[in-house]
């Protein structure tokens, strides 16, 4: 669109744009067509499981693609966007997120099954949800996804994985809206998948994703299902405020163990805690800030450093203002 062609309901969202320095005294882009939700100064602490951090300057739940590919295509030019799945393996910093966080919720939710053991999956679905589709259709090689969750976006930008598999085992494309509202289709092979990591803009939003599975027995596959269920429960705090492992593994070695071996079992910083059932996880006591949840991390990367030599890599994703 040029800007002869504009309507001045199509007015850039520049003025009254998240990060930009003026804001409309009714409530800035508000105003603006959207058929989603669209919050200005949006708590997010509630949106992530460690139940702490600042606010969105604005959060905007599309309806649709089409509804996120228009508000994308008129947002000013560098403001910043970020896509918030289920915030399992997030901190979100306590001074908020500047720009847009973009929430996928119920309509991006559904799994359909399509021909020859394929999932079409919305990117705001979660993980059991896919599981158990799967499952239920008789089809094999997702069960993994039961026991981590987030949702299919933060699965394929993470290369979320357990048990041996991963989603780069699993995926076959994903359909991703990026900066300026184009919606482009990304062949797995195009995302560079490497341990917990993809070379997927950083950006970029995954509206959907189709995974291949292969033909399996309803019954085998629950009771696999039941089993990472069950074990998950023995090892990690499931049912407290976390983020899921903390650091990822080096090469060879377990991140849990280092960080066990060097003492922090337990280690407290405010009311941030290392789990003391899984070393690897962090955990929310009660009223913890995210700059105790980071700052106790960074305290226990030093340690381990200290202790084995080895530096760890955060695998939580650490976004905002401080
Ligand atoms: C108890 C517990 C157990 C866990 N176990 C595992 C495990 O076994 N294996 C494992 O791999 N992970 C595990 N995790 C971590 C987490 O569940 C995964 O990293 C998951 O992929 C994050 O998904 P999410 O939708 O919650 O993403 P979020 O935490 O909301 O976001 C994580 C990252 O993904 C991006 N993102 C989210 N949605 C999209 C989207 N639609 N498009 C583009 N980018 C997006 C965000 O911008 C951010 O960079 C665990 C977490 C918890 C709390």
Same mark, same amino acid.
């Given at each position: 669109?040029?800007?002869?062609? #504009? ?34 100064? @949006? ?12 606010? +969105? ?14 508000? %994308?295509?008129?947002? =000013?030019?560098?403001?910043?966007? #970020? +896509? %918030? ?43 059991? %949800? ?6 239920? +259709? ?11 969750? &987030? ?28 900066? &300026? ?14 341990? *917990? ?12 994703? *189709? ?11 629950? +009771?696999?299902?039941?089993?990472? @269920? ?21 090469? &060879?070695?377990?991140? !849990? ?18 789990? =003391? ?13 995210? @700059?105790?949840? =980071? ?5 226990? *990367? ?11 890599? !955060? ?8």
């Amino acid at each position: 669109m040029t800007q002869m062609d #504009m309507q001045p309901d199509d007015e850039k969202l520049g003025a009254n744009a998240p990060g930009s320095d003026e804001v409309h005294p009714q409530g800035g882009i508000v105003s603006t067509k959207v058929r989603g939700s669209l919050q200005k100064d @949006a708590p997010l602490d509630k949106l992530v499981w460690f139940k702490s951090g600042g606010r +969105a300057d604005y959060l905007f739940e599309p309806a649709d693609t089409e509804d996120l590919t228009n508000f %994308l295509g008129r947002l =000013e030019e560098g403001t910043p966007v #970020m +896509a %918030l799945g289920l915030g399992s393996n997030l901190i979100i910093r306590d001074g908020g997120v500047p720009g847009v966080v973009v929430r996928l919720g119920k309509p991006f939710s559904s799994v359909e099954v399509r021909r020859d053991n394929v999932l079409e999956c919305g990117g705001g679905a979660p993980g059991i %949800l896919v599981a158990s589709s799967a499952r239920d +259709a008789g089809i094999a090689g997702l069960e993994f996804l039961r026991g981590i969750p &987030g949702t299919v976006g933060g699965f394929v930008r993470m290369n979320g994985g357990a048990y041996g598999r991963e989603v780069a085992d699993i995926l076959i494309d994903c359909d991703v809206v990026l900066p &300026g509202g184009n919606c482009v289709n990304i062949p797995a092979s195009d995302l560079n998948y490497t341990y *917990r990591h993809s070379k997927l803009p950083p950006e970029a939003i995954v509206v959907s994703a *189709r995974f291949q599975g292969k033909e399996g027995d309803p019954g085998r596959i629950n +009771a696999e299902m039941n089993r990472i @269920a069950e074990e998950r429960e023995q090892s990690q705090p499931l049912r407290t405020k976390t983020g899921g492992s903390t650091f990822k593994n080096p090469e &060879g070695q377990k991140a !849990w163990k280092l960080v066990d071996e060097a003492g922090c079992r337990g280690l407290v910083m405010g009311d941030a805690q290392v789990s =003391e059932k899984h070393t690897n996880f962090l955990i929310n006591r009660g009223a913890a800030t995210s @700059a105790d949840i =980071e700052g106790l991390g960074e305290e226990v *990367r030093r340690r381990v450093a200290g202790k084995s030599g080895v530096t760890l890599e !955060w695998e939580i994703q650490r976004v905002g203002r401080p």
